[in-house]
């Protein structure tokens, strides 16, 4: 049986897109979903073995439904991620920009030509739907006179293309991350991130600066950090933090064990390939021959040795 695959839907958006470049999916079973939680929702019910989902862009930054449905409810597991180009088209049923009154499209997409936009559209009034392809779905049925979208959903619907490239910052790239139930991570490529949402103890005066201390420590690069309040109690947040390595890496596995004996709780979100750039280099102590010597060398001290 193919394995089934869940993203931000409908037919059409970029996660299609993204989802479409891993080896293997275009035989799979694609379930296309209204909203981010209902991505998550079908994985945790099992209704899909994975799902796919923006977790941030290089133009807004952070997707927070994407960050809330990961540090809140059952766990999931991130195990690959992609990085996808994006280039939004105006497509309309019309065949002028003069007969655009009213344009629709993601809150993120609205953004990102927000300069082009102002400049060509200055009198359309902006109206936020749940993904790019859903706008071009709205302009097909006539409710609005044009989207903000990917070519793929212009095309999918019938809808001409009045202007492309319309992005007010060219080269923009969305990360999207594949979410499945949480198992045994892949085995490491020498290439990859960890993931890991932290709470830290309020009652700890410099905790963050604690956690971040573990890391440096360690000679770990961490590549991304954000914030996200905790629900139920003002002025408490999560902290999600991504680094470079595995937790099979011993540098990486022995900083995670220390952030979960001084942080009030520690989510494991995944090691996996990274998709952009090759990690970076660390100096010779922080080495796994560096390590695994230095676990040598205290078993021996604590036998009674005292190795040379």
């Known amino acids: 049986m193919p394995d089934s695959y869940a993203f931000l839907g409908p037919a059409g958006t970029f996660a299609q897109q993204a989802l479409l470049s891993i080896p293997g999916v275009s035989e799979a079973v694609l379930l296309p979903c209204p909203g981010v939680p209902a991505v998550t929702a079908a994985v945790r019910s099992g209704e899909a073995r994975y799902g796919l989902v923006p977790i941030e862009n290089s133009v807004e930054g952070p997707v927070s439904t994407t960050t809330d449905e990961l540090v809140v409810g059952d766990p999931l597991q991130i195990v690959r991620e992609v990085f996808l180009p994006v280039s939004f088209v105006l497509a309309a049923r019309g065949k002028s920009l003069d007969d655009v009154r009213t344009l629709v499209s993601h809150p993120h997409a609205h953004a990102q030509v927000r300069a082009w936009v102002g400049a060509n559209l200055p ?92 890391l440096a420590s360690r000679s770990i690069n961490l590549t991304r950090i954000e914030s996200r309040p905790w629900r139920e109690r003002i002025g408490e947040y999560h902290f999600i933090l991504e680094c470079e390595g595995h937790i099979a890496d011993p540098r990486v596995g022995d900083a995670l064990a220390a952030l979960h004996r001084i942080c009030a709780d520690v989510r494991f979100l995944g090691s996996y390939p990274r998709a952009d750039r090759r990690n970076e280099g660390f100096p010779d102590h922080a080495t796994d021959e560096a390590f695994d010597e230095a676990a040598r060398w205290l078993a021996a001290v604590r036998q009674g040795g005292q190795p040379r």
């Not at 990859?192 to 201390?213: C, F, M, N």
């Open 123 to 214: 009198g359309a009034d902006a109206v936020t739907t749940t993904s790019t392809a859903e706008a071009a779905a709205l302009v097909a049925r006539g409710e609005y006179d044009a989207a903000v979208c990917a070519s793929i959903a212009a095309e999918n619907h019938g809808l001409a293309i009045l202007a492309d490239g319309i992005e007010d910052t060219k080269d923009a790239v969305t990360r999207f991350v594949l979410l499945t139930l949480p198992e045994a991570p892949a085995p490491r490529t020498g290439n990859d991130r960890t993931s890991i949402v932290v709470h830290i103890r309020q009652e700890q005066p410099g905790a963050l600066s604690g956690v971040l201390a573990e």
